[in-house]
């Protein structure tokens, strides 16, 4: 059975940090573009970052360039988000998605086969 789960969300104040991790089982996922979207209450969800196979090729979404930035290790079958200067906009259940085959780090969620569970992050003023 193919799990991505994340972990490392939690409650912060504007200006912190937080490092998401998702960690992939049952399936390796190295050949696979990695991503992580996100859904506040009432929004649709949304992208925020992906990562190509290889690692080498990345893509942010404008509203998070320069604060967050998506990563991966191939060994440990994981891909990380590192976000600094968190606003209370960010505030959202962040997913952490894996593609089925080779692909880009697109932005389309349609894109991605497999999907985590979630995990929330809030942030106060």
């Known amino acids: 059975q193919v799990q991505l789960q994340e972990s490392g969300g939690g409650s912060v104040q504007a200006g912190d940090s937080l490092r998401l991790s998702c960690a992939a089982s049952?399936?390796?996922?190295?050949?696979?573009?990695m991503s992580w979207f996100r859904q506040a209450p009432g929004k649709e969800r949304e992208f925020v970052a992906a990562i190509s196979w290889s690692g080498d090729d990345t893509n942010h979404a404008e509203s998070v360039k320069g604060r967050m930035t998506i990563s991966r290790d191939k060994a440990k079958n994981t891909v990380a988000l590192q976000m600094n200067n968190l606003k209370p906009e960010d505030t959202a259940v962040y997913y952490c998605?894996?593609?089925?085959?080779?692909?880009?780090?697109?932005?389309?969620?349609?894109?991605?086969?497999?999907w985590g569970q979630g995990a929330q992050v809030t942030v106060s003023s």
């Open positions: 998605a894996g593609r089925l085959s080779l692909g880009g780090a697109t932005r389309n969620p349609q894109d991605y086969h497999y």
């Open positions: 049952g399936r390796d996922f190295s050949y696979s573009a």
